[in-house]
């Protein structure tokens, strides 16, 4: 990257990451919290409801927003029409689930599931009010006031929740949480914003705008199927306590692979945008990225996937230590997910998005294999299978963007084998470091962290790898700007 673009993504991810850490923080807080206080047969029907929202909000944005990004000068209709699309659809989703929901809840017998809906799915037009704003500060790189309202609709939902849990509310804390996140973040968004829907709807502008945006659609929506499709499949054939605890493995699991992504997305979209046509300059910054989020994430996944038993021992008790085999190997995902969402995201700036429709057909195909083998048999086989198919997909996914960047396959994986290394040894360690201490959780889970932070960090700095030469440069300049 050059400097000026550098440092101005530098900014916007440190922003980001910050807000990010601390939402997943607040959030961490607020789970525990709950989890102490719920059943896990409760929290199996919010994975329902929350499987059939997530597969709705892709329809909501139907890949709008990211055009907006993309888009080298959108006119003042654009921004109004697809405002107008993502509030009338959302509406109209909100109608329909809401409808459907006594024969859902009939079809997986979860009686409560209808009663929850109708309140649960206003998150579908909260999020609709919100998506035109964020899409504007993106293109603006204010990611520092996305950060902030993030972090402020995180607190909030998150207080209320726990509240209403200390006073008997039981689930309906946790849709309340999932609720007042996107109505805080929509009200916040507004009210720090200077844009209006003043000009006039433009049908034309959709149509403009509809090939590359529902081939983005397309593709998520395929995404979002199946990443929720576990949930729907154990829903109906385990019981509801079971599918409570591999949605919470799964949902850790996310805090800090979810912000991360989510972070680097949204900031380096806009950023590989500006310089989509310096071939050489694109491919090293597509590198560097890489580089960075492995080096951050790879020792936070495989990490707690070290300290899973006493971490669920000290944080939730032993109601949720059914969840730490589950945990344990799904973390692995964690490692392999970031890379692909990465060169996702070179192929959604470089692509006409065809060939990211054609991937992800050909992904799932892979994944519906794997499930129609895993899912009869046990939860154990599902997360295994997760995780194979998360190393899959990274694969598949950067074999494609060889065909817009000069990365090969052995730069690839020379820029990651090191950090992949460094991680292991520093797994190893934690591991090795809690065995010899005495039987007490709190005491190993203390160890646990220092050792990795002290190991890897050692390791990082004795073999000087690149990574970590890059992210010290990277917080020097974050600091030094400051």
Known sequence: MNGELKERVARGVAWSMAEKIGTALVQMGVRIVLLRLLLPEDLGVVAVLMAFSTVALVVVDSGFSQTLI??????????????????????????????????????????????????????????????????????????????????????????????????????????????????????????????????????????????????????????????????????????????????QAQKLKDLPVASTTIAVQGVTFPALSKIRDDRERFAESYRQIVMVVAFVLFPVMLGMSAVAPDMFAVLLGERWMPTVPYFETICLAGLFYPVAQVALNVLKVQSDGAVIVRLEVVKKVVLTAIFCVTIPRSVDAVVRGLVLFALFEMAVNFLATTRYTSLTLLRFVRTLLPVALTAAAMYFSVRLSVRLLPDDALLRLAAGIAVGVVSYAGFAALFRLEAFRETVVLLRSQLLHR
């Open 70 to 247: 993309r888009k080298a000068a959108p006119e003042p209709g654009d921004f109004t029409s697809v405002f107008v699309f993502n509030v009338a659809v959302s509406l109209a989703l909100y109608l329909l689930l809401t409808a459907v929901s006594p024969f859902v809840a009939a079809y997986y017998d979860m009686p409560l599931l209808a009663q929850l809906a109708p309140v649960f799915y206003l998150l579908l037009p909260a999020n609709a009010l919100g998506v035109v704003q964020m899409a504007r500060f993106a293109r603006q790189f204010r990611f520092a006031l996305l950060s902030k309202v993030t972090f402020a609709a995180s607190v909030a939902s998150g207080f209320a929740a726990v509240v209403m849990a200390l006073a008997g509310w039981g689930i309906w804390s946790i849709v309340a949480q999932q609720v007042l996140t996107l109505l805080v973040r929509a009200a916040l968004l507004w009210w720090l914003s200077d844009w209006r829907p003043r000009a006039s709807f433009d049908g034309a502008a959709l149509r403009r705008m509809a090939p590359y945006s529902f081939r983005l659609m397309a593709s998520d929506l395929i995404s979002a199927l199946y990443n929720k499709l576990p949930q729907f499949a154990l829903g109906r054939m385990y019981a509801s306590e079971t599918l409570g605890y591999f949605d």
